[in-house]
């Protein structure tokens, strides 16, 4: 059974930094991407950012490019995420996603319709 695990939210002020943590189990990270969304109240789930295994790429919305720096850790079956200068807007619930892309896969990496299993999510507050 797949399970995805996120842990790492909080509270932050302006301009500070969190790191995510999404603990994997179930599967192993071979042909799989790991991916961040995040949803904030009122409004649609948005991919953040994703890590694939099979071609061993990262992914990252305009929004927090040159921001966030997503990673993972394939002995503990870690994807982590990393924050900084982090903004208000930034506040949302954040989730880990997981699907099987293998090499050749020509998606987006980011729509929500692509990934399968998820976690429950982790609350994300930035303060201005």
């Known amino acids: 059974e797949v399970q995805l695990v996120e842990s790492g939210g909080g509270l932050v002020q302006a301009g500070g930094s969190l790191r995510l943590s999404c603990a994997a189990s179930g599967f192993t990270f071979d042909d799989y991407a790991i991916g961040w969304f995040r949803q904030a109240p009122g409004k649609e789930r948005e991919g953040v950012s994703c890590?694939?295994?099979?071609?061993?790429?990262?992914y990252y919305a305009d929004s927090v490019k040159g921001r966030f720096t997503i990673s993972s850790d394939n002995a503990k079956n870690t994807v982590y995420l990393q924050m900084s200068s982090m903004k208000p807007e930034d506040t949302a619930v954040y989730y880990c996603?997981?699907?099987?892309?293998?090499?050749?896969?020509?998606?987006?990496?980011?729509?929500?319709?692509?990934?399968?299993?998820w976690g429950q999510g982790t609350q994300v507050t930035v303060s201005s």
């Open positions: 890590i694939s295994s099979s071609n061993v790429r990262t």
């Open positions: 996603a997981a699907e099987i892309m293998p090499v050749g896969y020509s998606g987006s990496y980011l729509q929500e319709y692509e990934y399968d299993y």
